[in-house]
């Protein structure tokens, strides 16, 4: 009998086991249920579970009590389970929006979590292009409501949404063009948020907002900047842009450093960008990983982020670009920020690097030091795509490489790949997959398994789902992956919330 073994030897056989079985073990009697939610047992079994756990925010789960663990542990392998079906089941379908005007969400963005969501709706008034942004609570998803809300002159071009250690507010950066680049900051209370509900466009929202203006490249002074990608670090902004005719990669893109508390801007050296024919940037402790193609590879090259507003020495080249003039020539002379030498660089697996592919996304920032990217080859056949896999250490030291995996799996013919999302662990992801034939849609599903190291994709809606919506309908989409919460935006104006757990 089990329950006749020292406790030490006891707690080695349930450490030896799978969630499940000690689940099973549980239901037996009550000594070994008792046994079986001991915290630490708890720690260790989910520290071996492969799937994302939708802990509480900023949590690890080594602090949280043993029956918390597993209630998220079933609760992660049940979601396992449906979305590795064949025919994935909607557990929940929630309306978010209904907006008979026509104003339909153009990007849409969750928190880690998904119990919070970001949409923008672009309007046009006199002929003049307005963004309507938005925040909403979903902790309770039935009855999810729109908590703060503004309207900012000009078209969005991207945003990043970092919420703070204490959950307390969000910070929201977000890119838009109104005649010039510019870059809005607000800070946004949730604790606030939480206690209050806005009608449809609140008139008192708790927000703090700066805005700062995006200056021309040195190089291209005449040519507007095009924001391309934003990222945090401390007080910083980290901001990929399109700067064309500035001796880039093949995109031309740049990176610049901001300062939101003064405005300051700084650019990068552009040797440091040149290599990428397409970027991304994501920031983990002190360092900046560059990521994306490098000569039909895809590459993650780390440096370590410098105080890029430092005082230069005396005689030094000027700081800042020049104001576009008439007769100005691109300059040489600027101060541009040297990222000093790359601290490590890792490439991924690229069997498959044939003319036609493309990278469809990467997995969205967050405080775990990991990526995924899902690549569409359209020019072989069948037509495949790639899902590659990153996990990193990070340290005051250095940052060195926990793991990297790729894998292939088949695609539709005859088709491309739309609004693909990615979770940062490459566990599951989702996408619009258009016919060319048939001009028809439907929503695409991955599900990666890191024990078999398979990767399956199938289909989640078909284009004529029993669901008040058609993928042809679908024009924008969020995923967050720990609790495979997927909304869809509507051209008709509607938005919908779909759980699968």
Request: with cysteine; proline share 8%; glycine share 6%.
């Amino acid at each position: 009998m089990l329950t006749n073994l020292p406790e030490d030897i006891l707690l080695g056989v349930f450490l030896y086991l799978h969630v499940r079985d000690v689940l099973t073990l549980r239901k037996t009697c009550r000594v070994l249920h008792a046994f079986g939610g001991i915290d630490y047992i708890w720690h260790r079994l989910v520290a071996k579970l492969p799937l994302p756990l939708d802990v509480p925010y900023n949590a690890s789960p080594s602090t949280l009590p043993g029956d918390e663990l597993q209630r998220l542990a079933i609760k992660a392998m049940r979601l396992d389970a449906n979305w590795r079906a064949k025919d994935t089941r909607v557990r929940g379908l929630y309306p978010l929006i209904d907006d008979k005007s026509g104003q339909y969400v153009d990007q849409m963005q969750f928190l880690p979590g998904g119990k919070w969501l970001w949409t923008a709706q672009r309007t046009l008034k006199r002929e003049s292009w307005y963004t309507r942004m938005s925040l909403w609570s979903l902790e309770d998803v039935s009855n999810s409501h729109r908590v703060w809300s503004t309207e900012i002159s000009g078209i969005y071009r991207s945003c990043t949404l970092v919420q703070s250690s204490e959950g307390d507010f969000a910070t929201l950066v977000v890119g838009v063009c109104d005649h010039r680049e510019v870059i809005e900051v607000h800070s946004i209370s949730l604790q606030d948020a939480q206690n209050v509900q806005y009608g449809i466009y609140p008139t008192y929202p708790p927000v703090k907002s700066k805005q700062l203006h995006i200056v021309p490249h040195p190089r291209a002074p005449h040519l507007r900047p095009i924001i391309h990608e934003i990222a945090t670090y401390d007080k910083l902004l980290i901001v990929t842009i399109f700067a064309l005719d500035t001796g880039g990669g093949a995109g031309s893109l740049q990176i610049l450093f901001v300062d939101p508390e003064t405005g300051a801007t700084k650019w990068v050296n552009p040797y440091f960008a040149q290599s990428f024919s397409f970027l991304w940037i994501r920031v983990w402790g002190d360092y900046l990983f560059l990521v994306g193609e490098v000569n039909d590879d895809f590459a993650v090259q780390v440096y370590k982020i410098p105080d890029g507003f430092a005082t230069p020495p005396s005689g030094s080249p000027r700081a800042s670009p020049p104001a576009p003039d008439s007769d100005d020539e691109p300059v040489d002379d600027y101060s541009y920020i040297d990222l000093g030498p790359m601290v490590a660089e890792f490439k991924g697996p690229t069997p498959m690097a044939v003319p036609g592919h493309h990278i469809a996304q990467v997995s969205p920032a967050t405080s775990t030091p990991s990526l995924a990217a899902v690549m569409f080859y359209h020019s072989v056949h069948p037509h495949s795509a790639q899902l590659l896999r990153f996990s990193f250490d990070v340290s005051s030291e250095g940052v060195s490489l926990v793991s990297m995996s790729s894998k292939d799996f088949p695609i539709g013919d005859e088709s491309s790949a739309q609004l693909a999302q990615v979770g940062p662990l490459g566990v599951r992801g989702v996408w619009l997959e258009h016919n060319w034939e048939t001009q028809l849609n439907r929503v695409m599903k991955f599900a990666y398994d890191p024990h078999t190291r398979t990767a399956q994709a199938g289909v989640l809606f078909p284009h004529d789902p029993e669901l008040p919506f058609t993928p042809n309908m679908c024009h924008s989409l969020a995923f967050d992956e720990a609790t495979g919460r997927l909304c869809l935006g509507m051209y008709d104006g509607n938005v919908y919330v779909l759980d699968f757990v």
